[in-house]
């Protein structure tokens, strides 16, 4: 079983920046497909952006040109530097790993795994 651990959650204000990270252990091999998804309360996880294993990456509307999400090579961390952050991005962000990425109308689809990490909460406020 493998176990993600996030870090990097906090308190910023709205256009400031901020970096969460995923580790994964329980595997000595790598882990692909790795996403981020991120929950309010009382609302639905939603995904954020995956990475796929060759690297392709997709976001949400949300978040596309403010989110990337990149992973270290021969590592299995996953980071997500949120720039420009809005009070609307506060959300506990949670982890996924090794998932399934599919074709669908011309793009990518991420379908989530049982793998989840603990989550860190990111909140936006001034």
């Known amino acids: 079983q493998v176990q993600l651990v996030e870090s990097g959650g906090g308190l910023v204000h709205p256009g400031e920046s901020l970096k969460i990270s995923c580790e994964a252990f329980g595997t000595g091999s790598r882990i692909d497909p790795m996403a981020w998804y991120r929950q309010a309360p009382g609302k639905q996880r939603e995904l954020v952006t995956f990475?796929?294993?060759?690297?392709?990456?997709s976001y949400a509307d949300s978040v596309k040109g403010r989110f990337t999400i990149y992973r270290e090579n021969n590592k299995n961390s996953m980071y997500l530097q949120m720039n420009n952050l809005k009070p609307e991005d506060t959300n506990v962000y949670y982890c996924n790993a090794a998932g399934t990425v599919l074709p669908s109308r011309g793009s990518l689809v991420y379908i989530e795994s049982t793998n989840w990490g603990q989550g860190t909460q990111v909140t936006v406020s001034s």
């Open positions: 990475i796929a294993s060759d690297g392709s990456t």
